[in-house]
């Protein structure tokens, strides 16, 4: 793995460190001091250098961009995140790519009593599971603490812009970050692309397009989505639009087959 640059100092204390796998087979960074919460999901460490704190996407503020309108609950996600980890130690661990294209780091925060910042922030509801194909570490576990967050109505659940959506109706929220529940009326595979349509018609009815690299990561976990016609699934991902509404399923992770 490539981590973030260091100082020389950290690089050579980093270095001499066993590769020992820590949190779920993360691997562990070193310590440094939250100095600033700069939203629900992005704090500033004692180096100057931002975190994104990988698996979250906490509500959004504004942060100088113009005309971007915040998000509901933004100011309470990042209160959450200021009372849990603002002006204390928490270690990096990294599970997939460890920097974005922004320059911050992508990691997973701990605290030196253990507590895991994502975790913390799913299961009391001031954030949602974003995952991407190159960062998909310990997903089950952040799931489930959203599933408990969900079931209990907390924090962003009782608002109905995050809202578990059904397939009907997404033209209004294209463009946004959706979970999407319903039962998969139709898979095709056309041209070398997995379709799972929810509708009977695929030019105006939600549809999840898997292709490319996406199909060997489903494979290689053991799910055919051309077996899924019938189930309920729970989807997230950006909504397009595409003949209808639209999300392109890039890793397993973001798929949940509803019991």
Same mark, same amino acid.
């Given at each position: 793995?490539?981590?973030?640059?260091?100082?020389?100092?950290?690089? +050579? $204390?980093?270095?001499?460190?066993?590769?020992?796998?820590?949190?779920? @087979?993360? /691997?562990? &960074?070193?310590?440094?001091?939250?100095? /600033?919460?700069?939203? &629900?999901?992005?704090?500033?460490?004692?180096?100057?250098?931002?975190?994104?704190?990988?698996?979250?996407?906490?509500?959004?503020?504004? %942060?100088?961009?113009?005309?971007?309108?915040?998000?509901?609950?933004?100011?309470?996600?990042?209160?959450? !995140?200021?009372?849990?980890?603002?002006?204390?130690?928490?270690? %990096?661990?990294?599970?997939?790519?460890?920097?974005?294209?922004?320059?911050? =780091? %992508? *990691?997973?925060?701990?605290?030196?009593?253990?507590? $895991? =910042?994502?975790?913390?922030? %799913?299961?009391?509801?001031?954030?949602?599971?974003?995952?991407?194909?190159?960062?998909?570490?310990?997903?089950?576990?952040?799931?489930? *603490?959203?599933?408990?967050?969900?079931? @209990?109505?907390?924090?962003? $659940? #009782?608002?109905?812009?995050?809202?578990?959506?059904?397939?009907? @109706?997404?033209?209004?929220?294209? &463009?946004?970050?959706?979970?999407?529940?319903?039962?998969?009326? *139709?898979?095709?595979?056309?041209? &070398?692309?997995?379709?799972? @349509?929810?509708?009977?018609?695929?030019?105006?009815?939600?549809?999840?397009? =898997?292709?490319?690299?996406?199909?060997?990561?489903?494979?290689?976990?053991?799910?055919?989505?051309?077996?899924?016609?019938?189930?309920? !699934?729970? +989807?997230?991902? $950006? !909504?397009?639009?595409?003949?209808?509404?639209?999300? /392109? *399923?890039?890793?397993?992770? #973001?798929?949940?087959? =509803?019991?």
């Amino acid at each position: 793995m490539t981590y973030p640059k260091l100082s020389f100092l950290l690089i +050579v $204390w980093f270095s001499f460190i066993p590769q020992v796998q820590a949190f779920e @087979n993360l /691997e562990k &960074g070193p310590f440094f001091k939250v100095i /600033e919460v700069v939203d &629900g999901d992005t704090v500033r460490l004692e180096d100057g250098r931002q975190v994104r704190l990988v698996g979250l996407q906490a509500p959004k503020l504004p %942060l100088g961009r113009k005309g971007f309108k915040k998000w509901p609950l933004a100011d309470e996600s990042k209160k959450m !995140l200021e009372n849990l980890c603002l002006n204390r130690q928490v270690q %990096l661990h990294f599970g997939g790519t460890a920097m974005d294209r922004h320059s911050r =780091i %992508l *990691a997973h925060l701990i605290t030196e009593d253990g507590t $895991w =910042i994502q975790g913390e922030m %799913l299961r009391q509801g001031m954030a949602r599971v974003y995952t991407f194909p190159d960062n998909r570490s310990v997903i089950d576990k952040m799931l489930k *603490a959203e599933k408990e967050a969900r079931h @209990n109505n907390r924090g962003i $659940w #009782q608002h109905p812009f995050y809202r578990v959506r059904s397939p009907e @109706n997404l033209y209004k929220v294209i &463009g946004t970050f959706q979970v999407v529940e319903g039962v998969v009326r *139709a898979t095709a595979f056309v041209k &070398g692309t997995i379709y799972l @349509n929810y509708g009977a018609d695929w030019r105006k009815d939600f549809t999840v397009k =898997i292709k490319g690299k996406a199909k060997r990561l489903f494979k290689n976990v053991g799910l055919d989505p051309l077996s899924l016609k019938g189930k309920r !699934l729970r +989807v997230r991902g $950006w !909504l397009k639009k595409r003949n209808g509404p639209l999300i /392109e *399923a890039t890793h397993p992770e #973001q798929i949940e087959v =509803i019991e």
